[in-house]
C-alpha cells in the first residue's frame, strides 16, 4: 500500500502507521515514538510527503502504543482516539512505563472517542471500518480499508503468530474469536499491517498461523 507508511519505533518494536491522505493530510496510528531520533525520523517523512497530522487513531492504548501520543499531541495539535472500553488500558500506561523503566510524557487530553463497532471512520478519501477485537486488551479495535483491502491490526493477528494474552485485559478465548469473528471474515487477499513485525494477508494466517486458523485447528482452537 504506497500511501501507507510504516515506521518501528521504541524499545519494543512497535509498528507507527502514517496513512497519506493524497490530499495533503494525513492520519497517524499508535504513535510509539519514544527519542529524539525516532521523532526528526517521522517529521521527515511527514515533510516529504507534504503532508499535514489530522488524526490520531489508537488500536489500543499498551505502553508501546501510546509513548508518542503527547509529541503528536503538542506538534501537530492532534489528540489520540480511543474505544471507551480500553479506557482501563489508558490509566495503566505510565504505570507500565515505571514498571519497565522507560521514560514515558504524561498522557494528554483525549479527542472525540472512536465510534462503536461498524462504525465508519473517513481519512480523505479512505473509509476505514472501525471493528472491535479485544482479547490483547479489553477495548481493542482494527481499522479495515475494504476498498484498499487492507487492516490495521495493532496487537491480534501477527504473522505466524498472535497478540499475547497474558496481561491485564487479555483473554486467549476472546482473542481467538476475534480473529475468527472480524480478521477471518474478510477476504484472503487482505493486508494486515500489525503492531509488531511484518506485514501478512489475511489468506496466509488461515491457512498458517499456529495459534488461530481458518480450519479451526490452532493453538487456541482446541
Not at 66 to 89: A, C, N, Q
Not at 195 to 205: L, V
Amino acid at each position: 500500500m504506497k500511501n501507507l507508511h510504516a515506521f518501528t519505533f521504541n524499545v519494543f518494536s512497535e509498528q507507527t502507521y502514517l496513512l497519506d491522505h493524497g490530499d495533503g493530510e494525513a492520519t497517524v496510528f499508535d504513535p510509539g515514538m519514544s527519542s529524539i531520533e525516532e521523532k526528526l525520523e517521522f517529521e521527515r517523512v511527514c515533510k516529504s510527503l507534504n503532508v499535514k497530522i489530522v488524526e490520531c487513531l489508537l488500536t489500543h492504548a499498551h505502553l508501546d502504543h501510546v509513548m508518542g501520543v503527547t509529541w503528536v499531541s503538542e506538534k501537530y495539535g492532534v489528540f489520540p482516539r480511543l474505544h471507551p472500553s480500553d479506557e482501563i488500558t489508558w490509566t495503566q500506561a505510565p504505570i507500565s512505563a515505571k514498571l519497565y523503566g522507560t521514560g514515558m510524557d504524561e498522557l494528554p487530553a483525549r479527542g472525540p472517542d472512536l465510534g462503536d463497532h461498524g462504525s465508519i471512520i473517513e481519512c480523505g478519501l479512505y473509509k476505514l471500518e472501525l471493528r472491535c477485537a479485544p482479547g490483547h486488551s479489553a477495548g481493542h479495535v482494527i481499522f479495515v480499508a475494504h476498498d484498499e483491502a487492507f487492516v490495521i491490526g495493532g496487537d491480534v493477528l501477527f504473522s505466524g503468530s498472535i497478540g499475547r494474552t497474558d496481561l491485564p485485559g487479555g483473554n486467549p478465548d476472546i482473542l481467538a474469536r476475534s480473529i475468527e469473528d472480524q480478521m477471518f471474515t474478510l477476504p484472503d487477499s487482505f493486508s494486515v499491517y500489525p503492531g509488531h513485525g511484518p506485514s501478512t494477508t489475511i489468506g496466509k494466517e488461515k491457512l498458517t498461523n499456529p495459534y488461530v486458523n481458518g480450519a479451526g485447528t490452532g493453538m487456541l482452537q482446541k
